[in-house]
């Protein structure tokens, strides 16, 4: 197969860089006005959903996105074209941060009758700059309700693993190695990093800040996109 650099996934990469060489210079800005806050927060603004995706929390973090973009983008984008890979790339990273806030209402959702409706009220206008000066509440559900809401999502992990899932899907038998060394197929790749997600989200381990749902959201509207694709016989 060729793998070689394909133009969405040069530019995709050029603007991820971009982004993230910013936000070494401007972190606070551009964590406050490009990161995923929960809608409901003063921080969210709706173009958040889009430029989240191109942000990333450290070195680590996007050189591990954009290198599965590196090495499963080109393939797809050929396999695609480029109209419908740039459909398909964004699409799966707005459905990831779909499911990734909708799970989150779904844990703050017994805070607002826990809470007093003053205080709520006071966290969602307050709660992001009491964090940024590295404190929060001392009652233990504020505190939480407060993280929940007012700490930032970044990357383009959702994307990415919706990227994982058509690779799988359309090249299933391609032999892939992981970690560089031990064979295994793509579509049984697909499904243990798929496995493995959903059993980390079920955990909701405090101390993972990992958002795995957003990952799981990737995959799953990846799927449903490729399976309505299929259905009209678009590639």
Known sequence: MNTRITEVVKNLLIINGLFFLATMFYEDFMLEKFSLFLPGSS??????????MFMHGGIGHILGNMFALFMFGPALEMRLGAKRFVYYYMATGLGAAALHLGVKYLEIWPYFNSLDP????????EGYRILKEGKNY???????????????TVGASGAVFGILLAFGMLFPNITIYLYFALPIKAKHFVMLYGAMELYLGLQNNPGDNVAHFA????MLFGFLLLRHWQKETYY
């Not at 921080?43 to 989240?52: N, R």
């Not at 003053?118 to 206008?125: I, R, T």
């Not at 990952?215 to 990737?218: E, M, P, S, T, V």
């Open 43 to 52: 921080m969210f603004m709706p173009h958040q959903l889009v430029t989240h």
């Open 118 to 125: 003053a205080l709520v009220s006071e966290v969602m206008d």
């Open 138 to 152: 001392i009652q233990p559900d504020a505190a939480t309700f407060n993280q929940l809401v007012n700490m930032p």
């Open 215 to 218: 990952h799981l959201g990737g």
